[in-house]
């Protein structure tokens, strides 16, 4: 047993998934200490001293999130609830951005359906290239794009990560949830710690929520960039009047002329703007 996937990481303790099972363990002075720290989601080598593992070593990442601290997926769930909290265009933008950065397959959640939909901005979603799920109903198409795939659910705290995978794991997990809050006497069942779950067929990982401020800390990108992070922009970028353009006010702007056109919603240029200004 010397390899195994973290599954979890709390104030320097880790659990490891192995194949002799799971166990808790710390990791060796420089991981501990140095810039590179263990994340849920790599994998590690485990050292055995005094009858305790420790991780010793962390393997190649084929991605990396600062943000909540992840390695190696393979996609991405933004969750976004139509209601409590209402979906903020702008943070979700940056999000999607953030991904592309990354290199993390991106689709995108609506919860809280069941009160309320936003047709218009599934639809803007879909439109610019990214899968478009919406919950809780149907959760088939949801599950094919996850089968295979280590995921992790991304959004503003409240947004019903939690709830999505105690629906999605039918239950198994709910009373662990439940369990662990009722044990840190804590009101609010908001969740802490970014954990992967190993349901069926695809691993899921629960993430804590973030206010609509703090995202505004998650990413950081050149000038240069920024135009290639909105995907929907691609056909258009090469074919601009300046090589420089910046697709803000330029009048031979093939950007801003499929934005004309309606090719390019009005939303995402707009979070596009802001965050050029940023
Ligand atoms: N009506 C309705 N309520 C939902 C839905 N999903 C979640 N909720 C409710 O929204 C609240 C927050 O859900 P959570 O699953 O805890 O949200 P979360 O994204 O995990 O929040 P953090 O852990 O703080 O990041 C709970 O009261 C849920 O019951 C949904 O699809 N419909
Ligand atoms: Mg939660
Ligand atoms: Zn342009």
Do not use: W
């Not at 010793?56 to 600062?66: A, E, M, P, S």
């Not at 943000?67 to 999607?96: E, Y």
């Not at 803007?124 to 919950?135: E, H, M, P």
């Not at 794991?169 to 009722?182: L, Y």
């Amino acid at each position: 047993m010397n390899n195994g996937l973290v599954i979890n990481s709390n104030s320097g303790l880790y659990r490891v998934r192995t194949d002799g099972g799971e166990v808790v363990c710390r990791a060796k002075g420089l991981l501990r200490l140095g810039t590179v720290f263990p994340v849920t989601g790599d994998t590690v080598t485990l050292a055995e001293e005094g009858g305790a593992f420790l991780i010793d070593g962390i393997g190649g990442r084929k991605n990396f999130l600062v943000r909540p601290p992840l390695a190696n997926l393979d996609a991405v769930v933004l969750v976004v609830s139509t209601v409590a909290p209402a979906p903020n265009t702008f943070v979700l933008d940056k999000l999607t951005a953030i991904m592309e950065n990354c290199g993390i397959e991106t689709a995108i959640l609506f919860t809280k359906c069941d009160l309320k939909r936003f047709e218009d901005m599934e639809a803007v979603y879909r439109k610019a290239g990214f899968a478009v799920f919406t919950s809780p109903s149907e959760q088939t198409d949801l599950k094919d794009f996850l089968r295979g795939k280590t995921a992790a659910l991304i959004g503003n705290t409240g947004a019903g990560k939690t709830t999505l995978l105690n629906n999605l794991s039918g239950g198994a997990i709910a009373e662990k949830t439940a369990e662990v809050s009722r044990k840190l006497g804590r009101g609010k069942h908001t969740t802490r710690e970014t954990t992967m779950y190993q349901l069926d067929g695809y691993s899921l990982v629960d993430t804590p929520g973030f206010s609509a401020v703090e995202s505004a800390r998650y990413g950081d990108f050149s000038r240069d960039r920024l135009p290639h992070l909105f995907r929907e922009f691609a056909p258009y970028i090469e074919r601009c009047g300046y090589a420089d353009c910046r697709h803000i006010k330029e009048n031979d702007c093939e950007i801003r002329a499929a934005l004309s056109r309606g090719e390019i919603a009005e939303t995402r240029y707009e979070s596009f703007c802001q965050m050029t200004a940023e």
